[in-house]
């Protein structure tokens, strides 16, 4: 198989099961691919260079990654091809608030009996799609604030998701002092 140089040397941020395959994610935008449990590997190509941090699949053809940039990718063919899915996104703190690129997106979670709602945790935003990631709303509601990392959907409600705020980009930990889930 034919890799890019590039992916060689790539920190690999995050793996995740495609069915039976193996998707991995890192640094400069890669995604590679395994069939054999990762015995050998082989390079998808994306439309981006930016660092893919968190990738999930719904079955064994649908998936998301997402990375620094606010790139948020999309494939229904097991990680084959990606395509941007970033529209309805905004950021207060970039030069073109509805910038396509340019977003912090730092997790994303999804409950498997709706694969086409997923919830996204950016930089300072929460947000939700019902369509895959055509388009993007944001959700942060009441939050205290809404900057944090983890983010994941209830096991058995999928309109109940979980978010751990923290107080900025500056001071990564919680609110008070205090773990609070909301």
């Not at 944001?138 to 923290?166: K, M, Q, R, W």
């Amino acid at each position: 198989s034919v890799m890019a140089p590039t992916a060689l040397t790539a920190a690999v941020l995050a793996v995740a099961r495609a069915g039976e395959r193996l998707v991995a994610v890192g640094e400069r935008g890669i995604v590679l691919l395994s069939d054999d449990r990762g015995a050998s590997w082989r390079q998808a190509p994306t439309p981006v260079r930016a660092s893919l941090t968190a990738v999930q699949f719904v079955d064994a053809q649908v998936g998301w990654a997402v990375g620094h940039l606010g790139v948020v990718l999309h494939t229904e063919d097991g990680g084959q091809t990606w395509k941007p899915i970033n529209k309805g996104l905004r950021s207060e703190f970039i030069p073109d608030p509805n910038a396509e690129i340019g977003h912090c997106v730092h997790h994303i979670a999804m409950h498997p009996s709706r694969p086409d709602t997923l919830f996204m945790q950016k930089h300072w935003d929460v947000m939700r799609t019902d369509d895959a990631g055509e388009n993007w709303r944001e959700v942060s509601g009441n939050l205290p604030t809404d900057f944090g990392f983890c983010i994941d959907v209830h096991a058995h409600e999928p309109e109940t998701l979980y978010v751990v705020p923290i107080k900025s980009d500056g001071e990564h930990f919680p609110l008070d002092g205090k773990l609070r889930v909301y």
